[in-house]
């Protein structure tokens, strides 16, 4: 009996084994095999809390198995629509990878699949070089070949791969080997134009030789011809998105009906192969390594994630990434060409909480996105994205100052500046009488100091001090600072014929421009500051500063001694620095002022900027020329000459650092392997 009963437990194990082995897709895993990561206020990569998990994989599809399979798309009806190329056929399959029916007339190689809210599916057939269109029963009931019309080109190419349709029956393909743009179709088959093309990307090598070759050389040059979309996609509302290979910061784009990128640079994968839009017009996107981005609609990066398959056929990871689809729950469907499979993400809690969120904010309902986005910052509180919701929603309830608060760790310049508006605005109002009064008692105080200054004990004590300060060398010779603006030629010739200015105090000078670029980077408002919160790299700075500073002393003294120029280096020395008049009378207004603007105000700032480089190029160019007795043109050569020196110098500099960084690599190395071979 006991044989008998190992024999049934036995069978009913085999069993099980083989129910497994024929169910379609595996089981979800424990957890992910990848890193999630998000991207910071400050463009950096962070890591985040999983946003999604494999849910399982379709092996195949009822009994049936893809072959090189490369589109896929979810109907309005939630039915799964498959390109599954190798087998010449659009396979059709529910949400949960039920085999339902498929297409098969007149397909040679279907490269792309669409179907519309009435059930008409559109095949893109590269092959066959056509568009092919089938009613829901899968009968054929119309195909578009080969464009007849003057826009289209007699030499242009015409092997449609991917598609989109809109709401009036226009299609919008790409074709294989035409870099033109999107082709445009109605619904009768007349060609209305090419949409959305990319721009010509041209390398600076080329640039410089289109410059210098004669024309013959320039025919005989290979052409530029844009990057072709290679996949694309479209929102509910007509917008039309493509994905690009090989586009730098480019890759991803969104169009609207008038053509017009409405992204900036996105970070995104150079070999993104497919995009799809969300329930919540969330925008993912997918490379052909496996890895997976998803996107708010105004391209702000939520989540990263995937990767490529090691050989452990872990779920979750890709071999050869082709297209994916996200359904009305966001989970997401990515297919695999080279495993032929499907591979099902389910969303988290937590992402699950960011959509919420994100819906909310996204409608403007910045108060009620307030509870779900703190709830994301519980879990994950290097979300930044979740700070400019609550700083919206702080806005909207009048708390400024926290608005500001939550904008800073968001980053968000725009909300930071309308709350410090309403905050300066209120403080003004309030403060306005007392300011008023402050600002007549500054010009009576002034009034009194230079008519009764004299007259008074106290004060004519203090003035005698300043009037004998003000005539020891040192405060002197700062003080010729002010004799520079107002004759540039006088004031360079007391420095090199009278000695106006002595090597320390114009290394005094050194340093305060120094400490001034130093406040400026790190000590501006928040709206104004160049450098993230936290991070300092005084090194560094001393090295763009003082470094080239000492650089161009340099290289102007030796190009000046070859051109018989008549200045010494000291005198170059103390020259040069004093052409910074307006930078160092300028940048404390600036540094102020960054505290107390808003964005609006920002020209303010710019303009300033603006007359310190001015000031200081027109200044470094009188400095040049009267301290070395140069003409207007020897003056512009040497300078030219001078920029020129530095940038050799500073690529020997890189190459040398380079070269010695190597010797120094590999004296660690035998180091080492003298070391442990020894022990």
């Given at each position: ?73 979810i109907s309005p009806e939630n039915e799964m629509y498959i390109a599954d190329t190798g087998n010449k056929r659009i396979l059709v399959c529910s949400l949960e990878g039920e085999y339902l029916r498929e297409i098969t007339q ?60 809109n709401r009036s029956g226009t299609i919008y393909a790409l074709s294989e080997g035409n870099a033109e743009g999107i082709l445009t179709i109605s619904d009768y088959g007349d060609f209305y134009g090419y949409f959305g093309a ?180 519980k879990r994950n509180g290097l979300f930044d994205y979740a700070y400019r919701g609550i700083a919206q929603a702080q806005y909207k309830l009048e708390d400024y100052g926290g608005a500001m608060e939550a904008a800073r760790l ?270």
């Amino acid at each position: 009996m006991r044989v008998k009963g190992d024999r049934v437990r036995i069978v009913c194990l085999c069993a099980v084994f083989l129910c497994l082995l024929g169910c379609p897709a595996r089981a979800a895993a424990q957890g992910a095999p990848y890193t999630s990561l998000t991207i910071d206020k400050d463009g950096y990569p962070v890591r985040t809390v999983d946003g999604y998990i494999p849910g399982g994989v379709w092996d195949k599809i009822g009994e049936e198995q893809l072959r090189k399979p490369s589109d896929l798309f979810i109907s309005p009806e939630n039915e799964m629509y498959i390109a599954d190329t190798g087998n010449k056929r659009i396979l059709v399959c529910s949400l949960e990878g039920e085999y339902l029916r498929e297409i098969t007339q007149g397909l040679e190689e279907p490269a792309g699949v669409f179907v519309t809210e009435e059930g008409l599916v559109y095949v893109a057939d590269t092959k066959a070089r056509k568009i092919l269109v089938f009613d829901r029963a899968g009968a054929l009931i119309k195909e578009f070949g080969t464009p007849v019309s003057p826009l289209f080109g007699k030499s242009a190419q015409y092997a449609p791969t991917k598609l989109v349709v809109n709401r009036s029956g226009t299609i919008y393909a790409l074709s294989e080997g035409n870099a033109e743009g999107i082709l445009t179709i109605s619904d009768y088959g007349d060609f209305y134009g090419y949409f959305g093309a990319n721009e010509t990307y041209m390398s600076l090598a080329n640039r410089i030789r289109r410059a210098l070759f004669t024309e013959e050389q320039r025919k005989s040059m290979q052409k530029s011809v844009p990057p072709s979309a290679c996949n694309i996609d479209m929102d509910d509302t007509g917008l039309i998105y493509t994905v690009t290979q090989g586009a730098e910061g480019d890759g991803l784009k969104k169009f609207n009906m008038a053509g017009n990128n409405m992204f900036g640079r996105i970070p995104v994968d150079t070999l993104v192969t497919d995009v799809a839009v969300g329930s919540i017009d969330n925008i993912f996107a997918v490379s052909k390594q496996g890895y997976i981005y998803e996107y708010t609609r105004d391209g702000e990066l939520l989540f990263h994630f995937g990767g490529t398959d090691d050989g452990n056929n872990r779920m979750g990871l890709f071999i050869t990434a082709q297209a994916i689809e996200a359904d009305a729950l966001n989970r997401l469907y990515v297919l695999d060409s080279g495993r032929g499979d499907i591979t099902v993400f389910k969303p988290t809690e937590y992402a699950d909480t960011v959509h919420q969120a994100l819906a909310l904010y996204q409608e403007g309902l910045y108060t009620e996105s307030r509870e779900p986005w703190e709830s994301v910052l519980k879990r994950n509180g290097l979300f930044d994205y979740a700070y400019r919701g609550i700083a919206q929603a702080q806005y909207k309830l009048e708390d400024y100052g926290g608005a500001m608060e939550a904008a800073r760790l968001g980053g968000a310049v725009d909300t930071y500046s309308s709350a410090f508006w309403q905050i300066r605005n209120r403080w003004l109002r309030e403060h306005i009488v007392a300011v008023f009064w402050i600002l007549i008692g500054l010009v009576c105080l002034a009034k009194v100091w230079r008519t009764w200054g004299d007259r008074i004990p106290g004060i004519r004590r203090v003035r005698a001090g300043l009037r004998y300060l003000s005539r020891t060398r040192g405060i002197r010779e700062l003080g010729f600072l002010r004799y520079v603006i107002r004759n540039p030629a006088d004031a360079f010739y007391g420095i090199k014929h009278e000695g106006k200015v002595s090597a320390a105090t114009a290394t005094v000078v050194y340093l305060l421009f120094f400490l001034l670029f130093v406040a400026g980077k790190y000590g501006s408002g928040f709206l104004f500051k160049t450098v993230p919160d936290g991070q300092y790299d005084i090194g560094g700075d001393m090295v763009r500063t003082l470094g080239v500073m000492a650089l161009f002393v340099i290289c102007s003294h030796m190009i000046c001694s070859i051109r018989d120029g008549e200045a010494t280096l000291k005198q170059n020395y103390c020259a040069f620095i004093y052409c910074f008049m307006p930078y160092l009378f300028l940048k404390p207004a600036a540094l102020a002022l960054s505290h107390v603007l808003t964005y609006n105000e920002s020209f303010l700032i710019g303009m300033l900027n603006f007359i310190m480089v001015a000031g200081t190029g027109i200044l470094i160019y009188f400095c040049v020329k009267e301290i070395q007795c140069y003409t207007y043109r020897e003056t512009f050569i040497s300078i030219f000459l001078t920029l020129f020196t530095m940038l050799i110098v500073a690529a020997a500099g890189f190459i040398l650092f380079a070269l010695m960084r190597q010797v120094g690599d590999f004296v660690i190395g035998i180091y080492k392997e003298v070391y442990y071979r020894g022990r």
